[in-house]
């Protein structure tokens, strides 16, 4: 590679899960303190940073697909950007980018991602560099400390997976399960607070699975970081997201029922609802045990909106199956859900097992299930309609005066009247679609 100046603008594009959404903001952080700038809105960067998402095969399509159209972009302005490929494709495939791609100047995967102003140094003077190392924790420790204009904001407190799922490349990619330490967190979360933030979603692969001693040296989980966190004046909301079924114990049930600032919603991921597919998966839950579940997370907070995943054509799924899946979406009546066709991932258990499902059987079953998780999610918002509740402005709308906020039950809630961003306000529930709620304002609560 010849070598170049180094730049002066970035653009960080982060694809797949929130984990990466909060990993992008800490690069661009890192990035700013090089004295690099965001490239304004429609100017191509002098350094792009894909960080990328390795779950399902069409998002690492995406990113060569982006290669080629930076550098083209590039060409035509006689300047083609500097491109590191961060996230799970970085960490999965980081040499075959390397070979496949000669435009791609550096390959950095999700635990090294800290030392990227090393490898910009290097790639400024034509090198190019691959750092997939995966030194647990070490990378908190070496960012700057959090720059955050915005009233909601990521907190990362546990990466990684010990769960092995038959179908997923996450224990490849993000290693194995580890917890950031309490007094970490504490202060990253203090410091955002006092930026402005007043929601904190806590993030992690089994975010549930997070342990630590807190200040007084007791071993505590995620709830009692919840409720430490819920000290602190400023932070009036916390999320949390994604659970596993299997770490999820009564102390976090009676967290829905006790903290008010816990937000009533739960994403806890199913997969499906038939137990030979279940164990075929290695989720080691049934779909009996899932519902129970619930059920007690419904008797501590009754009003709390559920979401979940689900994969349909999991090899060997048959319709009687998928119908099980079916039966329990109209069981559980959740509020929200993503639900994707199975993706055979290389080096995965289940890439290779008997019975892999035609795409034609996988797009009509996926149809047939958003039908009825799109059904639910509509009843679930028209169920909120007359209800008063309050919202955390995040932005503007479309239309002069419009805002745009969450719901405590994360819907997004559109509405006219006074206000600035990162309020909240109370909002009467007017009109409900299928994604959003139309609100009538109906005074700041003080912050
Ligand atoms: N194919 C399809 N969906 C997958 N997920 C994870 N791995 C795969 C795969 N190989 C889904 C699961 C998980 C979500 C983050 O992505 O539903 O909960
Ligand atoms: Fe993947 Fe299963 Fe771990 Fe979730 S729990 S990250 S689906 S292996």
Redesign the pocket.
């Known amino acids: 590679m010849k070598p170049t100046n180094s730049p002066k603008t970035y653009r960080v594009k982060s694809f797949g899960c929130q984990m990466n959404v909060y990993d992008g903001e800490r690069m661009a952080e890192l990035l700013g303190e090089q004295g690099i700038v965001p490239a304004p809105e429609g100017e191509e960067a002098d350094l792009v940073v894909l960080n990328t998402c390795h779950i399902r095969e069409k998002a690492a399509e995406k990113v060569y697909s982006d290669i080629g159209r930076l550098t083209k972009a590039g060409r035509k302005v006689g300047k083609e950007p500097l491109i590191a490929v961060a996230g799970c494709v970085a960490q999965a495939e980081g040499e075959e980018i390397m070979a496949r791609s000669p435009a791609v100047s550096m390959v950095v995967g999700p635990q090294a991602y800290h030392r990227l102003p090393e490898m910009l140094e290097k790639a400024v003077k034509g090198e190019r560099a691959t750092d997939t190392d995966m030194p647990a924790i070490a990378k908190f420790a070496a960012l700057p400390a959090r720059k955050k204009r915005f009233p909601t904001a990521f907190l990362t407190v546990q990466e990684g997976?010990d769960?092995?799922?038959t179908y997923?490349v996450?224990?490849y990619t993000r290693g194995a399960e580890i917890s950031r330490p309490f007094a970490d967190l504490v202060d990253e979360a203090l410091r955002l607070a006092d930026q402005g933030v007043r929601e904190i979603t806590l993030l992690g692969?089994?975010v549930n699975a997070w342990s630590g001693s807190n200040a007084e040296g007791d071993e505590i989980g995620l709830d009692g970081l919840i409720r430490e966190l819920a000290k602190i004046p400023e932070l009036q909301r916390i999320r949390y997201t994604?659970s596993?079924p299997n770490d999820f114990y009564n102390g976090l049930v009676r967290c829905h029922a006790e903290v008010y600032k816990l937000m009533p919603y739960l994403h806890l991921?199913v997969q499906s609802g038939s137990d030979r597919v279940l164990k075929a998966m290695n989720r080691s839950h049934t779909a009996e045990s899932y519902l129970r579940l619930l059920e007690e997370v419904r008797a501590a907070r009754p009003d709390i909106a559920l979401s979940g995943d689900f994969i349909v054509g999991f090899p060997g799924e048959t319709e009687a199956e998928f119908e099980e899946t079916l039966a329990l979406v109209e069981e559980v009546k959740y509020a929200q859900a993503f639900s994707f066709k199975y993706s055979p991932r290389p080096g995965t258990p289940a890439a290779t097992m008997d019975g892999q499902i035609p795409r034609e059987v996988m797009d009509e079953r996926l149809q047939r299930l958003q039908a009825a998780l799109n059904r639910h999610q509509l009843a679930f918002n028209e169920a909120s309609v007359g209800k008063t509740c309050e919202v955390l402005v995040e932005r503007k709308g479309k239309l002069p005066g419009q805002w745009l906020g969450k719901s405590p039950w994360l819907q997004s809630v559109w509405f006219e009247g006074e206000c600035e961003i990162g309020d909240m306000v109370e909002v009467e529930l007017v009109e409900a679609g299928p994604n959003s709620l139309a609100g009538k304002l109906r005074e700041t609560v003080a912050a």
Do not use: A, M, S
Request: hydrophobic letters at 15%.
């Open positions: 997976c769960k092995f799922c997923c996450v224990p692969q089994n994604t596993h991921p």
